[in-house]
């Protein structure tokens, strides 16, 4: 009786280091997906993360300068507590008060009721490195005098650019031309008495940089960049209810 070998091989050498050759290249694809896919995610969290900072920043400006004017009744009644001086101590301070104490490129100071409490307040927005500051003096009418702001509040943060742009009733811009740089507008006590307009531009930017994909473009004052930062621009134009 002839007896019956079974055929008992194995894989060879080369057919393994093929088969470890295959799943190795395999194993990259799906890391390098995974990698590609967080990163994706990462960068899209920022970018929206972005957007909602310089919604928020630009929606805050928006509502208190729309009450830039608005001054109670009670601090402008011609009696011995009305207001007759400006916030001393600042920048701006020059013992005078005005409507708006400070117009720059980057920093507004202006009079209102913003919080709709029938006292005036002075509000001062300041863009101070990527942070913007927005500080609050409140008239004090037995003090007559302004209650003092220790530190302003940050409204806005990784905001990679500021710029305020003024006109006056006939939608004119304060002063015309605007000087060259732009950053060096400051303008005269008159030039404020002046706005009634005022136009926003803010772009905020994200917290990481992603140096594989480079963004290059321009600010509103034709500055550039060209780095790996998400930005997000927004510019709105607003006209105070009360001037």
């Known amino acids: 009786m002839a ?39 990462l960068w ?12 928020l920043s630009m929606m805050r400006i928006v509502k208190d300068f729309r009450h830039a004017g608005l001054i109670a009744t009670e601090d402008i ?31 507004l100071t202006f009079e209102g009721d ?3 409490d029938s006292i005036t307040e002075t509000v001062r ?31 806005g943060r990784n905001v990679d650019f500021m710029m305020f742009t003024y006109f006056d009733l006939n939608n004119t811009q304060i002063p015309n031309p605007p000087p060259s740089p732009y ?4 303008l005269t006590r008159q030039e404020r008495a002046s706005i009634r307009t005022v136009k ?8 990481k940089e992603d140096l594989q994909k480079i963004h290059t473009g321009s600010y509103p004052d034709s500055s550039t960049y060209h780095d790996g930062f998400t930005r997000q621009h927004l510019a709105s134009i607003i006209r105070g209810r009360n001037l």
């Open 3 to 41: 007896k019956t070998f079974k055929d008992e091989r194995g894989f060879t050498i080369v057919e393994i280091l093929i088969a470890m050759g295959l799943s190795a290249i395999i194993l990259a694809s799906f890391v390098q997906l995974y990698v590609y896919s967080g990163r994706a995610t």
């Open 44 to 55: 899209g969290e920022q970018g929206a993360q972005t957007n909602r900072d310089a919604r």
């Open 77 to 107: 009644d011609g009696d011995s507590n009305d207001i007759v001086i400006d916030v001393l101590g600042q920048v701006f301070s020059d013992s005078i008060n005005e409507m708006f104490e400070e117009a720059t490129w980057n920093s």
């Open 114 to 116: 913003v919080d709709n």
């Open 125 to 155: 927005y300041y863009l101070e490195g990527n942070r913007l500051r927005r500080y609050v003096w409140e008239w004090d009418r037995d003090s007559t005098d302004w209650n003092p702001e220790i530190e302003g509040r940050v409204v």
């Open 183 to 186: 950053q060096t507008l400051n």
């Open 200 to 207: 926003v531009d803010l772009v905020t930017r994200s917290d």
